[in-house]
């Protein structure tokens, strides 16, 4: 079965693209065995479900093959924001052995495949911890035989730990923040508990920062565009 994805891509414009490749750069160059990235956040809502998956687009268009996976088995709007109509089995039905069979689906995006969250699981930090993380450490392994990036979108840590348990499993965490809307010591917080796993940190994307007509980057990029009002 093949998932069909309406994405427009003129709909975020040309800064946004922009950051957005900027992103996928610096994670080239922190090194070549940065391959599975999860992506947190401190709370709801502060863009990280969006940019991961944008940021899963960007390398695909690289000619990247790329696994996008739904790891929010407790609130995921995945397949609601996407408008998937189809019957789709995911990862919650996969740690809880009620799907043994393969959980990916290709996409008509190209170069990219998608793992969706499945149903809501009422214990989703029961089916991570013990001998399930090792059924999660199994599938992540196997995936990288397949692809060149692994993006895992994982809930917000602030109040739970499923992202961290993930975080056992990947190269590194990219952690996002919400210009304005969380404290320093929230973040510091979610950055404590990744690396009580020993979860690599790679860094942080600052969402929802608002480009001022006087500031650098909105004369530079107005003027050469031609969108300056």
Same mark, same amino acid.
């Given at each position: 079965?093949?998932?069909?994805?309406?994405?427009?891509?003129?709909?975020?414009?040309?800064?946004?693209?922009? +950051?957005?490749?900027?992103?996928?750069? &610096?994670?080239?160059?922190?090194?070549? &065995?940065?391959?599975?990235?999860?992506?947190?956040?401190?709370?709801?809502?502060?863009?990280?479900?969006?940019?991961?998956? =944008?940021?899963?687009? +960007?390398?695909?268009?690289?000619?990247?093959?790329?696994?996008?996976?739904?790891?929010?088995?407790?609130? +995921?709007?995945?397949?609601?924001?996407?408008?998937?109509?189809? %019957?789709?089995?995911?990862?919650? =039905?996969?740690?809880?052995? =009620? $799907?043994?069979?393969?959980?990916?689906?290709?996409?008509?995006?190209? $170069?990219?495949?998608? /793992?969706?969250?499945?149903?809501? #699981?009422? &214990?989703?930090?029961?089916?991570?911890?013990? $001998?399930?993380? %090792?059924?999660?450490?199994?599938?992540?392994?196997?995936?990288?035989?397949?692809?060149?990036? !692994? !993006?895992?979108?994982?809930?917000?840590?602030? &109040?739970?730990?499923?992202? #961290?348990?993930?975080?056992?499993?990947?190269?590194?965490?990219? !952690?996002? /923040?919400?210009? #304005?809307?969380?404290? =320093?010591?929230?973040?510091?917080?979610?950055?404590?508990?990744?690396?009580?796993?020993?979860?690599?940190?790679?860094?942080?994307?600052? $969402?929802?920062?608002?480009?001022?007509?006087? +500031?650098?980057?909105?004369?530079?990029?107005?003027? @050469? @565009?031609? %969108?300056?009002?």
């Amino acid at each position: 079965m093949e998932i069909f994805f309406n994405i427009d891509e003129t709909e975020k414009g040309f800064l946004y693209e922009e +950051s957005m490749r900027m992103l996928r750069t &610096n994670l080239q160059f922190s090194g070549g &065995n940065l391959r599975v990235i999860l992506f947190t956040s401190s709370i709801q809502d502060e863009g990280k479900s969006e940019t991961s998956f =944008q940021l899963a687009i +960007s390398f695909a268009k690289l000619d990247k093959k790329v696994l996008y996976v739904d790891a929010d088995m407790r609130k +995921s709007v995945f397949t609601t924001r996407y408008q998937i109509k189809e %019957n789709v089995q995911g990862l919650s =039905q996969y740690l809880s052995g =009620q $799907n043994t069979e393969d959980i990916v689906y290709k996409t008509n995006i190209k $170069n990219m495949d998608v /793992v969706f969250a499945g149903p809501y #699981a009422p &214990n989703p930090a029961e089916l991570l911890y013990e $001998n399930k993380l %090792n059924k999660l450490d199994e599938f992540i392994k196997k995936q990288r035989l397949q692809y060149d990036y !692994i !993006i895992i979108d994982a809930p917000p840590l602030a &109040n739970i730990v499923d992202a #961290a348990v993930i975080g056992r499993c990947v190269d590194g965490t990219v !952690i996002v /923040v919400k210009s #304005a809307t969380v404290s =320093q010591r929230m973040v510091k917080r979610v950055k404590d508990q990744l690396e009580k796993v020993n979860c690599k940190i790679i860094g942080a994307v600052l $969402n929802g920062v608002e480009m001022k007509k006087n +500031s650098y980057h909105y004369k530079y990029y107005g003027d @050469y @565009y031609g %969108n300056k009002k």
